[in-house]
């Protein structure tokens, strides 16, 4: 993933796994490379 907000740019790889039941989203994670350098953008 890559993106520029407020200054910062980030640069990571990340992935998410969903679980579904019935046709519904049930469950959702998210992980990413480097999550000090992604906590740093989003603060």
Same mark, same amino acid.
């Given at each position: 993933?890559? %993106?520029? #907000? $407020?200054? $910062? $740019?980030? +640069?990571?790889?990340g992935?998410g796994?969903? #679980? !579904?039941? +019935?046709?519904k989203?049930?469950? *959702?994670?998210?992980?990413? %490379? +480097?999550?000090? *350098?992604? @906590? @740093? !953008?989003?603060?």
């Amino acid at each position: 993933m890559t %993106g520029e #907000r $407020k200054g $910062k $740019k980030l +640069d990571t790889w990340g992935f998410g796994l969903w #679980r !579904f039941e +019935d046709g519904k989203l049930t469950d *959702h994670w998210e992980s990413v %490379g +480097d999550q000090a *350098h992604w @906590d @740093d !953008f989003w603060s």
